[in-house]
């Protein structure tokens, strides 16, 4: 079946820093990548996503590249703020010609701690 | 307005209860689903349904029944309440069921079962 593989946590950088999360999946057909953030105390939000082999998601400096070859979406941002103390969640979902989406198949987190 | 909106945020209840948790979207979205995120964070996807009509079911006891009037709403009751469904429980909802599709998230609901 479908699956995801992240780094756990707890992951622990000095503001400034540079962040990297890796992300690798596995699924049939061509999925779609995703990662999420989820803030203490709060719900998941969508940080990017890319649909596509070689599609790069943005957003808030953040950046991950859909790596076909590799099957992998790291996470990367260049300098973190206290602010991004956070867990993140990298998900998929299956492909149209692996039998259409199913919902999201998510890793296990990757509880970041960005300290001043 | 909040998108995918769930109440209540927070419940403590009583091992054997039944209680529900609501949940609404105004994206106009077709797919709903139930997510299940226990202690270690980890996130599994409960139910879908698409257009009100059930499209997946994991492997979830059967005292968990999601019911879904209109395609807007997806509310999730549960039976006989156990120990071990303390959880956090997240409705979302996405333009529908295909792939790529944004899934959007509610904030939430914090279950304790004591």
């Known amino acids: 079946g479908d699956s995801v593989t992240q780094m756990e946590g707890p992951v622990t950088l000095s503001e400034e820093a540079f962040l990297t999360i890796n992300c690798t999946y596995t699924a049939t057909g061509y999925p779609s990548l995703f990662w999420y953030v989820q803030y203490p105390g709060e719900g998941l939000q969508l940080l990017l996503k890319?649909?596509?082999?070689?599609d790069k998601g943005s957003n808030k400096g953040f950046e991950a590249t859909y790596r076909k070859e590799t099957t992998s979406f790291h996470l990367e941002k260049g300098s973190v703020q206290v602010s991004d103390s956070a867990v993140y969640f990298c998900a998929l979902t299956r492909g149209p010609s692996g039998g259409g989406a199913d919902g999201l198949t998510f890793g296990k987190g990757t509880h970041l701690i960005i300290q001043p | 307005d909040t998108a995918v909106s769930q109440t209540p945020k927070y419940l403590v209840t009583q091992m054997g209860n039944d209680k529900s948790i609501k949940c609404e979207q105004n994206?106009?979205?077709?797919?709903m689903y139930w997510y299940k995120q226990d202690s270690k964070k980890f996130l599994k996807i409960m139910f879908s349904?698409?257009?009100?009509?059930?499209?997946i079911n994991e492997t979830v006891p059967n005292r968990f029944s999601p019911k879904s009037p209109d395609k807007a709403h997806l509310n999730l009751h549960i039976n006989s309440l156990e120990l071990g469904d303390s959880a956090v429980y997240f409705c979302?909802?996405?333009?529908?069921?295909?792939?790529?599709?944004?899934?959007?998230f509610g904030e939430g609901s914090w279950l304790t079962v004591v």
């Open positions: 890319a649909t596509k082999a070689d």
């Open positions: 979302a909802s996405s333009q529908d069921h295909l792939s790529g599709n944004t899934i959007y």
């Open positions: 994206l106009g979205h077709d797919t």
């Open positions: 349904y698409n257009n009100k009509e059930l499209i």
